[in-house]
């Protein structure tokens, strides 16, 4: 079926020729709450050029947005700024279609796309590397682990377009392609989110990436990323916010989140939480049973206080909360206080694994781990209260 | 002591430093780190790394 889809003009000489995803609520595990685009731009120049593609179920669309301005044909070049298959999964069908003269990728670029999608003819450039598209230029920088091996950034000088890949990207689809005509609330929910579970592992990397900003003396106008809208507006005012996202500073919140199989967990956690709440210090519970595991990263990634609860279940901690211990441990979350707890009936692996989790990952616990067998007696709940308004103290004193 | 570069994120290696965290002592040469030693950037093994230019 012919598929009617228009590009979109974002600068003088260069088009948004994406695809929306409306409906994808699962990325590789990450709970997308609205959605995502995959973008794709095409720059009309003497050499007309492709700037990365889609995800390969939306082949059809960007090639149907492209043929709106220009025969696929006439295309030159290709650039593929990062190889994961959101943005290179339609390669090789934009390449059937184009024939392109040469695609642009980086050192690893070339090694991750010709696993994914076979040698098509790559030719690796490195930062500073330009290719002159004959009114303008496109020039490259690395941004190694930014956050695959393979990522790299290119700014188009006619247009002062910086094509960002996965950085300054966020996962919305919506009606406009613009950020500015975005709630700046939901922008910055979305950048955090997005930051907190793919970028937050790397955050030295993205600091002295922003610190070099500046000196590559690039005068841009436009953020166009691979995921959601555009930026050309306050360009600074995102550029902070991920510094700060990065900065990973401790905040006067307190996320609780907890398993539970007969509610013992759940009353420790409640009782905690009151006891945060009680020094005016907000807090916020998670059941793991209807909580996404992205939006416990979100939510940690917001708070300097993180503790988790758990049952014990066949001798090891329950398994949605191992789960969550895995993916925090991998984004490796910094600047917390960590406060271990649950309810067992015997054994009592639970609490004392989230313990060791937390000392794992360098996080301090200055209340010791607290267990109860079964379910709470009235004495534990008070505890558990008490501890929420100690730790609460202890974030507000270490924020002072 | 050389220092190496890893080819995966671009972590350099430096023996003087060593990489304490990981328990690696400063001092310690890039051929005697132990087998288990790994990228404290990226978790990519040593076969990865080559010498910095």
């Known amino acids: 079926m012919n598929k009617v889809f228009k590009a979109e ?32 731009y095409l720059i009309i120049d003497e050499k007309v050029t492709l700037v990365d593609t889609v995800k390969a179920p939306f082949a059809d669309e960007m090639l149907a947005r492209i043929r709106s301005v220009i025969d696929p044909e006439k295309i030159d070049y290709i650039i593929s700024n990062h190889a994961e298959p959101d943005h290179s999964g339609a390669l090789p069908a934009a390449v059937a279609a184009i024939k392109p003269e040469k695609i642009f990728t980086s050192v690893a670029g070339a090694k991750t796309l010709t696993a994914y999608c076979g040698d098509l003819g790559y030719t690796a450039v490195k930062t500073g590397d330009a290719v002159d ?92 990323p691979d995921h959601g809208p ?76 993180i503790a988790l609860g758990a049952p014990t279940m066949n001798n090891q901690v329950f398994p949605l909360m191992a789960d969550v211990l ?27 694994q989230i313990a060791a989790a937390f000392e794992e990952m360098k996080i301090q616990q200055p209340c010791p781990m607290k267990q109860v067998k079964y379910m709470p007696t009235e004495a534990d709940l008070e505890e558990f209260f008490n501890t929420g308004a100690a730790l609460a103290q202890e974030l507000l004193e270490k924020l002072k | 002591m050389e220092k190496f570069v890893c080819n995966i994120c671009g972590y350099v290696y430096d023996p003087e430093k060593g990489d304490p965290d990981n328990g690696i002592a400063p001092g310690t040469a ?23 230019e």
């Not at chain 1, 260069?14 to 990450?30: E, K, L, P, Q």
């Not at chain 1, 210090?281 to 793991?288: I, P, T």
């Open chain 1, 9 to 40: 003009k974002i600068s003088a000489n260069v088009w948004w020729v994406g695809a929306s995803d409306w409906n994808v609520r699962n990325f590789h595990g990450y709970l997308t709450s609205r959605g995502s685009t995959y973008n794709a």
């Open chain 1, 133 to 224: 598209l004959g009114q303008g230029k496109c020039t490259f920088v690395d941004t190694k682990m930014l956050h695959w091996p393979d990522s790299m950034v290119c700014y188009y000088d006619r247009d002062k377009v910086l094509f960002s890949q996965d950085a300054f990207g966020m996962h919305l689809a919506g009606s406009y392609l613009w950020a500015d005509m975005y709630d700046w609330s939901v922008l910055e929910q979305e950048v955090r989110k997005y930051f907190a579970n793919i970028l937050n592992l790397y955050s030295d990397k993205v600091i002295a990436l922003l610190d070099s900003l500046p000196g590559l003396g690039l005068d841009i106008e436009v953020i166009a």
């Open chain 1, 230 to 305: 555009m930026w050309r507006q306050e360009l600074e005012k995102i550029i902070a916010l991920y510094r700060d996202c990065a900065q990973q500073n401790p905040r006067p919140k307190a996320l609780v989140a907890y398993a539970t199989m007969w509610n013992a967990t759940k009353c420790c956690a409640e009782a905690f939480a009151d006891g945060v709440r009680s020094k005016g210090v907000e807090v916020e519970l998670a059941d793991l049973n209807v909580c996404d595991r992205s939006d416990i990263m979100t939510k940690a990634s917001l708070s300097g206080i």
């Open chain 1, 326 to 352: 895995n993916y925090l441990k991998g984004l490796r979350i910094k600047n917390k206080l960590g406060f271990a707890f649950g309810s067992c009936g015997w054994s009592g692996e639970g609490a004392k």
């Open chain 2, 30 to 52: 890039f051929a005697d780190l132990p087998e288990s030693w790994v990228c404290p950037d990226c978790g990519a093994t040593t076969d990865e790394f080559e010498k910095a």
